[in-house]
């Protein structure tokens, strides 16, 4: 061996110092990482010691071995050791050990890598630590200077492993802390681009994809509650087979189950509850929860209610290996989570919007026809006035009337008010006022035609639908009425000289049964009315009589006689217009009750009519 003078010594141990000295600052500027410097601290453990060959190893957790970081004059650089948490502490325990004769807790361990160990041409091992967090080991070959380690060298080894340690340990912190901030961005970047969307499909896809990008997992998928079933039903799916016999698309979880035999989808159930917490299954293996080894599943909350589960499964690390979910994993999805929430209210809200605006048109187009339907003023009747007033409660409503004519010279006036509301009862009143008109030219009696609408009705509606209708037929040379009541409320007669009279006689509803059932009930009855000079004739749906104030009272047949009697002698529009004033004062605050419709016929005071 060449000797080497104590001076070569000291200048060459302050030159590898003053170069760790600046890789550490490096590094800790952030400017450098370990992964780029290793081989760098490497030449200088070999420039300082003159060894023919050694490596750095370091220990990866998740697959628990070693695995060469950088190396000099070695040649088998893709080797791995395995390592049991006993032999790591049996190594923590010193600060350098001879592979050759390793203290007894590790003789079993170096007899099983003998082969790695040749390949290293180890001679000798300095552990990498930080406290007793183990990273990896240095291996150092044979010195080139001298048969024996000197007691400096074995010194200056823990030293210089100590420095490389730190460089790790710091290094690695960094790299988190890049990780972290990374995440973090795209845990904004991806948020910001979820809710930009505003369709409710594509937000729920998004939020899958995303959500597997940002936790490195392969898998995921997303289960929302409905609302009707209150179970959860998958939305968006990637990349996540389950057994044959599952349809997965259409999977449904009650969130009710039975605790005495809970489903293996139970714990999903439980993750949607409104006290739902995080799910996290690392390294099952056995198809535990949708045959996934590793899965993670949160709850994903909007602003007020959960929503439903979002689950990734399997992370990958590098080489495919599969990683635990982590702690950090959990904090960053269920934050994603979140945000993702309100993202798919906001698009789910947005498309109700959408929704409401169509059908908000399609009720407008509606009211226009429905409005169509009514007379906007009646004809001209010899010797009579005749007025009218719709007032619905929506934009169309289910009441109806009319003024028709016929070719003998009398007059038809009609009233109808269909049960329910909305479209399906605008539509039972086309159906009521086509059958009217079609039955009117036929110049059949009340009766027949009566039965004939009764028919049609109960043919064109659904179960339960109905419509009560009054028909009178006016003979302006007679001055009779005559008229037929199918279960509407009864007009009044305020008659001119005093009293009031009630029109009653009729039958059943229209539309309630098929006639061969009515004729077994009852029949329909006419009856006919003596008209004379400030007669008034009083037509009205029960949104009248049935208009409620704010203490709960209803306005009733008595308050509309009485109206209708004070303001007898005034034209048909102010009769009309007294009676509407006094139900909507009377009325106040209250919510309109139904829809509100008047026909006023007057027989004229004058002779001549």
């Known amino acids: 061996m060449q000797s080497v003078s104590a001076e070569d010594t000291v200048q060459r141990l302050i030159f590898s110092l003053s170069e760790i000295e600046q890789l550490g600052e490096t590094i800790i500027s952030g400017r450098g990482n370990f992964n780029v410097s290793s081989r760098t601290y490497l030449r200088i453990i070999h420039g300082t010691l003159q060894v023919t060959r050694c490596a750095i190893l370091l220990f990866q957790s998740t697959e628990n ?51 790695q160990l040749e390949l290293l041409d180890a001679n000798l091992w300095a552990p990498l630590k930080i406290r007793d967090d183990f990273l990896g080991v240095i291996s150092l070959g044979s010195f080139r200077t001298q048969d024996n380690l000197e007691d400096w060298n074995r010194e200056l080894l823990p030293v210089l492993a100590n420095q490389v340690s730190v460089a790790i340990a710091y290094s690695r912190l960094l790299d988190k802390t890049r990780a972290e901030q990374f995440r973090l961005f795209m845990l904004s970047d991806t948020a910001t681009q979820i809710c930009k969307s505003l369709d409710t499909e594509a937000v729920q896809e998004e939020a899958v994809t995303h959500a597997i990008t940002l936790l490195d997992a392969s898998t995921g998928g997303l289960l929302l509650i409905n609302p009707v079933t209150q179970c959860l039903e998958m939305k968006s799916i990637f990349a996540l087979d389950l057994q044959a016999n599952i349809d997965l698309e259409n999977l449904s979880i009650p969130l009710q189950t039975d605790q005495d035999a809970p489903s293996a989808l139970s714990p999903l159930a439980e993750v949607a509850t409104p006290a739902g917490e995080t799910l996290i299954c690392n390294s099952q293996g056995n198809g535990v929860l949708l045959d996934r080894r590793n899965l993670m599943a949160v709850p994903m909350r909007g602003r007020e209610d959960t929503l439903g589960v ?38 789910q809200l947005y498309q109700d919007a959408l929704e409401g605006r169509q059908l908000q048109a399609e009720m407008d187009e509606a009211a226009k026809i429905q409005q169509n339907l009514i007379p906007d003023t009646l004809p001209e009747i010899p010797g009579y006035e005749a007025t009218g007033l719709y007032f619905p409660r929506g934009g169309v409503g289910g009441d109806y009337y009319d003024c028709l004519a016929d070719s003998n010279g009398s007059w038809g006036l009609a009233i109808a008010d269909v049960s329910g509301k909305g479209m399906q009862a605008a539509l039972l009143m086309a159906t009521l006022r086509a059958g009217l008109h079609s039955e009117v030219t036929r110049k059949e009696d009340l009766p027949s035609m009566a039965e004939s609408l009764n028919s049609l009705l109960y043919a064109s509606s659904t179960s339960g639908k109905f419509a009560t209708f ?21 007009p009044l007669v305020i008659r001119g000289a005093g009293g009031c009279d009630e029109l009653e006689k009729g039958g059943v509803m229209l539309g309630m049964f098929p006639n061969d059932v009515l004729s077994q009930i009852s029949e329909y009855e006419q009856e006919t009315t003596q008209l004379y000079s400030g007669d008034v004739v009083l037509f009205y749906t029960d949104g009248v009589t049935e208009t409620i104030n704010p203490e709960g009272d209803l306005y009733g ?13 005034e034209s048909v529009n102010q009769i009309c217009q007294a009676i509407y004033d006094d139900v909507i004062e009377f009325q106040g605050e209250a919510q309109q009750f139904d829809d509100l419709t008047l026909l006023v016929l007057k027989k004229s005071n004058h002779p001549s009519c």
Do not use: W
């Open 65 to 115: 071995h070693l695995t060469v970081e950088a190396a000099i004059n070695v040649k088998a650089e893709s080797l791995c050791i395995p390592v049991t948490a006993d032999d790591i502490a049996a190594i923590l325990e010193s600060s350098t050990i001879d592979p050759s004769s390793p203290p007894p807790p590790l003789d079993n361990f170096f007899n099983q890598i003998r082969p």
């Open 310 to 347: 979002l689950i990734v499964a399997d992370k990958e690390g590098r080489g495919g290996t599969m990683l635990d979910f982590t702690n950090e994993d959990r904090v960053l999805l269920e934050a994603f989570a979140n945000q993702a929430g309100v993202a798919i209210e906001n698009a």
């Open 470 to 490: 009054f028909y009178a037929q006016l003979h302006p040379e007679t001055d009779l009425m005559t008229s037929i009541n199918a279960g509407h409320n009864y």
């Open 557 to 569: 047949e008595e308050r509309l006689e009485e109206v209708a009697t004070r303001v007898k002698s």
